[in-house]
C-alpha cells in the first residue's frame, strides 16, 4: 500500500477507534501520536478496535467500565472473552471486539507505536500466540506503567524540555514492550498480585471519602496486609501507600477542573481540614490547589 494509501486508512481507523471521544491533550512524538482521551460512554461498550499499521498501547487513568473484556474473534472465535486490565496492548493486523456490562466516562492515555519500532528490538520478529494476545489485555509490568505515567504527566503540563522528554518516553515504551511480548514465550510472568485484585483496590481508592484503610483493601483482595503490600509493588513497582497518595492527587486535580470550592474538595477526599489538604497537594505537585486551578482555567481560555 503506497504512504499516503497507508495514512488515509490510520486516520480511518483512528476516527472509528475513538467515535464519541474527546481529547483532553494530544502530541505528536517521534513515533507516532500520543492522546489523553476521554470515552464518553452512554451504553455497555461493544465496539471493535483494530490496529493495521502499528501497536496500540492503553492505559486508564480512571477506572475501566465493569466488566471490560476482549476477543479476539479472528484468533479466538466469538465467544472467548478475557478481562482487560488497566493497561492493554493491541498488536498489529489485530481486531480486538470489547464489551462491558455498563457505561460511564472514561479516560486514558492512548500511544500509537510503529510496528517497526518495537519489532526492531525482537530478534528474529514475534509470533503472536493466544498466550501473547491473552497476556497484552492485562499488562502488570511496572517499567510500562511508570512510562505511561509519567508521560501522561507530560502531556498535562507543557515544561521546558517536554517535546525531548515525550519522544524519549515513547522510545523507552517501545523497548519495555517488546521485552514484556518476549518474556511471555520465556515463562509466565509472576510475583505479583491478580488482575482482579489490583481492579478492586483500583475501583475502592476512586470512590470519594476517607482513605481506605491497607487492612480494608486486604479484606478485599482475601490476602492478609502483608501479602497485599509485598504483591501490590511486585506488580506496580511501587508502593501501594505512594499508590494510595497519587489516586487522591489524581482525583484532586480533576475535582478542581470543576466547580466545587476546594473546602468541599478536601472533606470529599477524606481531608481533616483544607489546609491538610493544601499542604498534601502542594507536597504532591509544587502548587496548591487555588494555583492549580487558576493554571487548569487560563489553559481552557
Known sequence: MATKEKETERRRVTRENFAQTAFDSERMTALGPVRIARFQLDAPTDRLFRREHGYWLDMCLTPRPEGARGCYRERWGPHRFEPIGDIFLIPPGEGLHILSDKGGDQASIVCEIPAEAVDRWLEGGIEWTDRRLAAGLDIAQPHVRFCLRRLAEEMRH????????????????????????????????????????????????????????????????????????????????HSIGSHIAQTRVEMAKRMLGGEQSIKEISFALGFASPSSFSYAFRRATGASPRQFRQRSYRKGE
Open 158 to 237: 507543557d515544561a521546558p524540555g517536554s517535546e525531548a522528554l515525550r519522544d524519549h518516553i515513547v522510545g523507552q515504551l517501545a523497548i519495555e514492550v517488546a521485552r514484556y511480548c518476549q518474556a511471555i514465550a520465556d515463562g509466565p510472568i509472576t510475583g505479583g498480585l491478580a488482575s482482579w485484585r489490583l481492579r478492586r483496590i483500583d475501583e475502592r481508592l476512586e470512590e470519594i471519602g476517607p482513605v481506605p484503610s491497607l487492612e480494608e483493601l486486604a479484606a478485599l483482595c482475601n490476602i492478609s496486609v502483608r501479602q497485599l503490600t509485598r504483591g501490590f509493588r511486585a506488580s506496580r513497582g
